[in-house]
């Protein structure tokens, strides 16, 4: 099985070029399934439910946040719907939403499972152990799983990975945006990569204009971040997984423009 996992994706001007070409580039590649993470669709800043339902109807199986994913008022409406949407397995009980997922492709179940990372970010519930919870439960269902672990500290991500290496088919980094190039196979069998990078103009900073952040840095005064309109890149990993063993035997970075 190919699995196509998608870096976040930076409001309008990069779920427009998802939209635009997911068909061809699953077609190109060969996906049988793809994840991407919409923390940031909506204007940069969350998901609303017009950008949510452009990625689920142009092919996008199952959605991911991380911790703008309760940015828009409607986003706990949008997440009690039904939709293949998850938020971080690690907010507290009775959140609205679910942290993991099954899916049906090809006769196989895929499980899908999001956390946050606590190092530098929100003071959520122990993302370790949340995955451990949820894997309790999916793995009743099938050994094809992936986790997106959105998290800053690269050490958490690394510590992350060896924690599921075995377990899971693949761990995923996403929320810093910037694409590493450290993608490997585990000793137990999981794919793995830092951070799979973002989906959004990459003349910018992390996806806003230049311009505005270098301002930032030199004045240290609140500016208003705005979404660059330069040429968007998609940037994210291919995963190829054995069916029968739920392990990775290969991990591709894509980076599309």
């Known amino acids: 099985m190919r699995i196509l996992i998608i870096g976040d994706i930076i409001g309008k001007i990069g779920v427009d070029f998802v939209t635009g070409h ?18 940031n669709t909506a204007n940069g800043n969350g998901i609303s439910r017009g950008s949510a339902n452009l990625l689920l109807d142009a092919g996008v199986d199952v959605i991911t946040l991380g911790n703008h994913a309760f940015n828009k008022r409607d986003t706990a409406d949008l997440l009690g719907e039904g939709l293949a949407i998850i938020r971080p397995v690690n907010y507290p009980p009775k959140t609205a939403g679910f942290g993991y997922i099954t899916a049906e492709v090809g006769g196989y179940t895929v499980g899908v ?6 190092v530098h970010l929100e003071n959520l519930d122990c993302p370790f152990r949340g995955i451990d919870a949820a894997l309790t439960k999916i793995q009743k269902e099938t050994n094809i799983i992936v986790v997106d672990f959105h998290a800053e500290a690269t050490s958490e991500k690394i510590a992350m990975g060896y924690y599921l290496d075995g377990r899971v088919s693949a761990v995923v980094g996403t929320h810093t945006h910037v694409q590493t190039a450290d993608e490997r196979i585990l000793g137990g069998g999981t794919a793995y990569i830092t951070d799979i990078g973002m989906t959004g103009p990459s003349d910018s900073v992390i996806g806003v204009k230049k311009e505005i952040i270098v301002q930032k ?6 500016q208003k971040f705005e979404i660059s309109d330069n040429p968007v890149t998609l940037s994210g990993v291919i995963v190829c997984v054995d069916e029968s063993s739920g392990l990775a035997t290969a991990i591709e970075r894509i980076s599309i423009s």
């Open 22 to 39: 997911l068909k061809s580039i699953k077609k190109l590649h060969d996906i049988d399934f793809c994840i991407a993470n919409g923390e």
């Open 113 to 118: 499972i999001n956390a946050l990372g606590r």
């Open 217 to 222: 840095f030199l004045t240290n005064i609140h």
